[in-house]
T-cell receptor, first 116, second 111 residues
Framework: GAVVSQHPSWVICKSGTSVKIECRSL??????MFWYRQFPKQSLMLMATSNEGSKATYEQGVEKDKFLINHASLTLSTLTVTSAHPEDSSFYIC????????????FGNGTRLTVT | QQQVKQSPQSLIVQKGGIPIINCAYENTAFDYFPWYQQFPGKGPALLIA?????SEKKEGRFTISFNKSAKQFSLHIMDSQPGDSATYFCAASMGASKLTFGTGTRLQVTL
C-alpha cells in the first residue's frame, strides 16, 4: 500500500531555533500534501495544504511566517517551524494522496516536537 | 472547517464485543467518509471508507453504516480484540483530500 514517510520521528530543540520536518511519499506521486497538528488526546487540526510548485494554503489562525511549507517535488514536502517556542511543542503529522482524485489520504507516523 | 461530531469520547468493551462509534456531519457536500485508527505516538492509519452512494460497507471485522438523510455514519468493530485498543477518528471531505476530523474515540478492549 501507499507509504508516507516522515522524518524525524521526534526532535528536541531550544527556544528560538528552527526545525525542519520532512514528509515523503515513497511509492506514489502527490500533488497535494497536508500538514496537521495534534495535541495530546485531541483530534488532528489541519494547519495547511501544500501544493507542489505553488504556495501553501494555510488554515485560519495558522501563522504562515512561523510554519514555512515547501513542496518542491511530487514526493517531498517540508514544514519548518521557525523561531520555535515551547507552545509549538506538539505532534505534527503530514498526509498525502496520489494524484488520482479517488485515492485516499495516507498519513506519516508523525513528528514529536519538544521545544525547551 | 466544517464540523464533524463524534461520540462517544471513550468506550470500554470486553473482548468479543461490538463497539460502535458514531459520527454526524453538517456539510451535505461531503462525499467521502473514512475511519482512521491511531495508536499512541503513531500517525492515523486508514481502516475503511465509504461514499454516500452505499449504506453499508464491510472490510474484515470493520463495518461502516451510512445514513445519508440523517447525515450520520458509524463504525462497528466485530469480535473486538485487545489489539483493537486505540483511538478511532471519523472524518469527512469533499473528494478524498482535505479531511475534517471528528474529535476521536478512545477504545479499550478488555480481556
Amino acid at each position: 500500500g501507499a507509504v508516507v514517510s516522515q522524518h524525524p520521528s521526534w526532535v528536541i530543540c531550544k527556544s528560538g531555533t528552527s526545525v525542519k520536518i520532512e514528509c515523503r511519499s515513497l511509492d506514489f506521486q502527490a500533488t497535494t500534501m497536508f500538514w496537521y497538528r495534534q495535541f495530546p488526546k485531541q483530534s488532528l487540526m489541519l494547519m495547511a495544504t501544500s501544493n507542489e510548485g505553488s504556495k501553501a494554503t494555510y488554515e485560519q489562525g495558522v501563522e504562515k511566517d512561523k510554519f514555512l511549507i515547501n513542496h518542491a517535488s511530487l514526493t517531498l514536502s517540508t514544514l519548518t517551524v521557525t523561531s520555535a517556542h515551547p507552545e509549538d511543542s506538539s505532534f505534527y503529522i503530514c498526509s498525502a494522496a496520489a494524484t488520482d482524485f479517488e485515492s485516499p489520504l495516507h498519513f506519516g507516523n508523525g513528528t514529536r516536537l519538544t521545544v525547551t | 472547517q466544517q464540523q464533524v461530531k463524534q461520540s462517544p469520547q471513550s468506550l470500554i468493551v470486553q473482548k468479543g464485543g461490538i463497539p460502535i462509534i458514531n459520527c454526524a456531519y453538517e456539510n451535505t457536500a461531503f462525499d467521502y467518509f473514512p475511519w482512521y485508527q491511531q495508536f499512541p505516538g503513531k500517525g492515523p492509519a486508514l481502516l475503511i471508507a465509504i461514499r454516500p452512494d452505499v449504506s453499508e460497507k464491510k472490510e474484515g471485522r470493520f463495518t461502516i453504516s451510512f445514513n445519508k438523510s440523517a447525515k450520520q455514519f458509524s463504525l462497528h468493530i466485530m469480535d473486538s480484540q485487545p489489539g483493537d485498543s486505540a483511538t478511532y477518528f471519523c472524518a469527512a471531505s469533499m473528494g478524498a483530500s482535505k479531511l475534517t476530523f471528528g474529535t476521536g474515540t478512545r477504545l479499550q478492549v478488555t480481556l
